[in-house]
């Protein structure tokens, strides 16, 4: 937290981003689905803290409008993220090797490592196949199979972060009132 004393906001954003933001990130499609509410609220709450460090605000202040400002992903949303990225690879065609048949019952292969023959197993690829139209189609995003990843993952990006609030709307908030001098 001494950092905002001598850091520029644009090194502190450096820093959360290399030393915070590349943990909480990593492998985030796979441990959003598996972490409990009280792990994921818990690194909501160390995110919110290092974002207002990068902004230099105060400890109460409305984390929204930060990270809005700063175009940071929530951690409650990276899963919804890593979902629609998903959905874009497969629109596009560019899926991962392990799933390249999703969508497609018994498309995946199950090999033994003990030199027995492969074997066909069906695995609720096509379930999730759907479950990802399905959140695709619930946010209302644009068909992007003709544009690339890249382009992709940034509207992906931009839309998570355009569901965030600019400000607060809370009617007599203490928090707003003491930092804008209204109380």
């Known amino acids: 937290?001494?950092?905002?004393?001598?850091?520029?906001?644009?090194?502190?954003?450096?820093?959360?981003?290399?030393?915070?933001?590349?943990h909480i990130t990593y492998a985030?499609?796979?441990?959003?689905?598996?972490?409990?509410?009280?792990?994921?609220?818990?690194?909501?709450?160390?995110?919110?803290?290092?974002?207002?460090?990068?902004?230099?605000?105060?400890v109460n202040t409305h984390t929204s409008p930060l990270f809005k400002k700063l175009g940071i992903v929530k951690v409650q949303d990276l899963g919804l993220q890593e979902a629609l990225k998903l959905q874009a690879r497969k629109l596009n065609g560019a899926l991962p090797t392990g799933l390249d048949g999703l969508g497609q019952a018994g498309a995946q292969e199950n090999y033994n490592l003990?030199?027995?023959?492969?074997?066909?197993?069906?695995?609720?690829?096509e379930a999730i196949s759907n479950q990802l139209m399905q959140i695709w189609q619930t946010h209302s995003l644009p068909e992007i199979s003709d544009t690339s990843?890249?382009?992709?993952?940034?509207?992906?990006?931009?839309?998570?972060?355009?569901?965030?609030?600019?400000?607060?709307?809370?009617?007599?908030?203490?928090?707003?009132?003491?930092?804008?001098?209204h109380l």
Not at 1 to 22: G, M, P, V
Request: aromatic residues 6%; charged residues 30%; proline residues 3%.
């Open 114 to 125: 003990r030199r027995e023959r492969p074997r066909r197993v069906d695995l609720p690829l």
């Open 28 to 58: 985030s499609s796979v441990w959003t689905m598996l972490a409990s509410p009280k792990d994921t609220k818990e690194l909501s709450i160390l995110q919110k803290k290092a974002v207002r460090i990068v902004e230099g605000s105060k």
């Open 149 to 181: 990843l890249v382009s992709a993952k940034r509207c992906i990006k931009k839309y998570v972060i355009s569901r965030y609030l600019e400000q607060c709307y809370i009617v007599n908030c203490k928090v707003c009132a003491r930092t804008t001098g």
């Open 1 to 22: 937290s001494q950092a905002k004393n001598f850091c520029t906001k644009e090194i502190r954003l450096l820093i959360y981003n290399s030393l915070i933001h590349s």
